[in-house]
């Protein structure tokens, strides 16, 4: 582990700075602040004061610590990549709802971007919930037949079954036309 860690001296200013940086977080706790407030007051702009340099030393602390367990257990690890692989299938689930380019045209102000962006989430979350309803349905019809711990490990975010472009193809010429076989 030695070419992986470096020692962080804590600084007077991130000494002085812990007083501050409880008031921070009993502020958000309590709801006196909200996120965005204390982001904007206490955020990389701050740098330098000490409720900054505080809470960058509990950061670094917090990711050694989500560094250890990662190295040291196995299933923590699994557990991380299971969820970082669910984040991109949704992803993928994103791409395929939303093929092509958003033109400059339709995307230039915050409020079109917002617009965008939340009907792909909310189409993304209908797929979600159509494919969690389907997946219900076939739990359901056998019952016992799927363990709960198996089914934690499966995201609804399966979208081949869905037809995304509306294009739908009649192989009319393969299958003889469906008209001339109902005239007497």
Avoid at 62 to 81: I, Q
Avoid at 102 to 111: C, N, W, Y
Avoid at 118 to 141: C, P, R
């Amino acid at each position: 582990l030695e070419p992986m860690v470096v020692r962080v001296k804590v600084s007077r200013l991130a000494k002085e700075g812990w007083d501050g940086l409880l008031h921070v977080i009993m502020s958000l706790k309590t709801g006196h602040s909200s996120a965005a407030t204390i982001i904007d007051r206490h955020g990389s702009a701050a740098r330098g004061t000490a409720t900054y340099e505080a809470g960058t030393l509990v950061g670094k602390v917090l990711r050694s610590l989500f560094l250890l367990d990662y190295l040291v257990k196995p299933d923590f690890r699994r557990e991380v990549h299971r969820n970082l692989s669910q984040g991109e299938s949704v992803h993928q689930l994103q791409r395929a709802i939303l093929a092509g380019r958003i033109e400059a045209k339709h995307g230039r102000k915050h409020s079109e971007i917002a617009a965008v962006s939340g009907a792909l989430t909310l189409l993304t979350n209908i797929v979600m919930a159509w494919n969690t309803a389907a997946m219900q349905e076939v739990v359901d019809a056998r019952p016992g037949r799927y363990p709960p711990e198996h089914l934690a490990h499966i995201a609804p975010v399966a979208f081949r079954h869905i037809n995304m472009h509306g294009k739908l193809h009649f192989p009319i010429r393969e299958r003889g036309h469906p008209c001339k076989a109902a005239t007497p």
